[in-house]
């Protein structure tokens, strides 16, 4: 079975802060997805980022970094000096690998709002 | 691209009718999937396609509900009869291939009266 779980709820900083946003997940899989995406109020999905489970390099885009801990099975998510544009709904994405004409099940955490105030 | 395509944009329906979300995935993408959001549920899985093929529908609430895809540019999500508590956000998404990025319509917001 597969879980993800986004403990924090809602989040709220000031302009500028950092905030990281923290994704814990379980799966049985030795090969596996994980996503990010970003819903903003206009509630539209947009992806962020998609990392495998044999790549655990950490990785940084502008002001998004995201940690990737097999050993811990995290895949945090960090924006830094965070804007008010930021204020949006995150969610974590968990998909295992099937074969490789096969496909798999995007499965959602909660998800964390985020509130950045001015 | 125009990205994926997702109509109505918002329906508002009487309890007891059928409900046709209708969507155009990304050209060239192979994987098609439905999602339905509400606040006590979060996002779920309907069902998805590979190639046009259903290869998961355990999402699917009950019998109500049924997805077609009868080909690679068009899908639809049929509610027959609707109930209020199917109100939730419909989102419709196409990838590349299963376990590549999904990439999501903007929704249909359905509301059962």
């Known amino acids: 079975a597969q879980k993800v779980t986004q403990a924090q709820t809602e989040i709220s900083v000031v302009e500028k802060e950092d905030v990281t946003l923290d994704c814990v997940y379980e799966?049985?899989?030795?090969?596996?997805?994980l996503f990010w995406y970003k819903q903003p109020p206009s509630g539209e999905l947009v992806f962020l980022i998609r990392?495998?489970?044999?790549?655990?390099q950490n990785e940084i885009s502008g002001r998004y970094s995201w940690n990737f801990q097999k050993s811990t099975s995290s895949f945090n998510f960090t924006i830094t000096a965070s804007q008010v544009v930021d204020s949006a709904v995150y969610f974590c994405?968990?998909?295992?690998?099937?074969?490789?004409?096969?496909?798999?099940?995007?499965?959602f955490g909660a998800g964390t709002q985020v509130v950045v105030t001015p | 691209d125009a990205g994926v395509i997702q109509s109505p944009r918002h329906e508002v329906t009487e309890m007891g009718q059928e409900v046709t979300l209708r969507c155009k995935p990304i050209?060239?993408?192979?994987?098609l999937f439905w999602y339905r959001q509400t606040m006590m549920r979060g996002l779920e899985l309907l069902i998805y396609?590979?190639?046009?093929?259903?290869?998961?529908d355990s999402g699917m609430p009950e019998d109500r509900f049924s997805a077609k895809m009868p080909n690679a540019s068009f899908s639809t999500l049929k509610i027959q009869p609707s109930e209020p508590r199917d109100s939730a956000v419909y989102f419709c998404?196409?990838?590349?291939?299963?376990?590549?990025?999904?990439?999501f319509g903007q929704g249909t917001r359905l509301t059962v009266v």
């Open positions: 396609f590979n190639n046009n093929v259903p290869i998961d």
């Open positions: 050209s060239g993408h192979n994987s």
């Open positions: 994405a968990l998909s295992e690998a099937m074969t490789t004409d096969s496909w798999g099940k995007l499965q």
């Open positions: 799966t049985r899989d030795t090969t596996y997805y």
């Open positions: 990392r495998n489970s044999f790549d655990e």
């Open positions: 998404a196409s990838s590349l291939r299963g376990n590549t990025e999904a990439f």
